[in-house]
């Protein structure tokens, strides 16, 4: 249930990036991002409408009943234990 740093980094500039061609604004005009949010009435980020949806699916899961599939998946882990150390190539 998490995006990992470098996805944060791409999804906020490629939201950036629509809203500064939305609201006509090049890189070279040097205005900052809040600016444009705010001129653009932005509330919410990209970044968490997904972390809200990931949290409602979370919920819907584990409402669940015992025997659904997403639920085990959810909650399962793989049996055994992994070897200690770098992985054989061979």
Not at 29 to 53: A, E, F, H, P
């Amino acid at each position: 249930m998490c995006v990992k740093a470098k996805t944060v980094a791409k999804l906020n500039s490629t939201e950036m990036d629509f809203w500064r061609r939305s609201a006509r604004i090049s890189r070279n005009d040097k205005i900052r991002n809040n600016i444009i949010k705010q001129k653009m009435n932005v509330i919410r980020s990209l970044l968490d409408d997904i972390k809200t949806k990931q949290l409602q699916w979370y919920g819907h899961v584990q409402r669940m009943e015992e025997g659904r599939l997403p639920k085990e998946v959810m909650k399962g882990s793989p049996p055994g234990r992994r070897n200690q150390g770098r992985p054989k190539l061979t």
